[in-house]
Nanobody, 132 residues
């Protein structure tokens, strides 16, 4: 129903900036909340940032004040602007989308039948490496 493809990862210097993008396709009308997750070597996957369909955002304490999540629904894209990067930010970053079940409300409108049962969708991830 929904496909997510991340891009923008790469090698950056500590203190630098990088912008990640996530292209969204499929039944985008079904999407409610989206987020960015990351998994560093030897560590569990953690939530970095989330954004609702209405634009409300939340961040992990480790990135709050440095990262900014945003979405452009007209372009079907999700972004993560990362600044003041630290070595510990090195990880594979994945975008995630939650869909609403058919008949539930999304921004005041009912989700169409093609939404089916609500579920989570994931991209395959993009690697961000921060060097000293």
């Amino acid at each position: 129903q929904v496909q997510l493809v991340e891009s923008g990862g790469g090698l950056v210097q500590a203190g630098g900036s990088l912008r990640l993008s996530c292209a969204v396709s499929g039944n985008t009308i079904c999407i409610t909340t989206m987020g960015w997750y990351r998994q560093a070597p030897g560590r569990v996957r953690e939530l970095v940032a989330r954004i609702t369909s209405g634009g409300r955002t939340s961040y992990a304490d480790s990135v709050n004040g440095r990262f900014t999540i945003s979405r452009d629904n007209a372009k079907n894209e999700l972004y993560l602007q990362m600044t003041s990067l630290k070595l510990e930010d090195t990880a594979v970053y994945s975008c995630q989308a939650e869909t609403a079940s058919a008949g539930t409300v999304i921004d005041g409108d009912l989700a169409p039948d093609r939404c089916g049962f609500g579920m989570d969708y994931w991209g395959k991830g993009t690697l961000v490496t921060v060097s000293s």
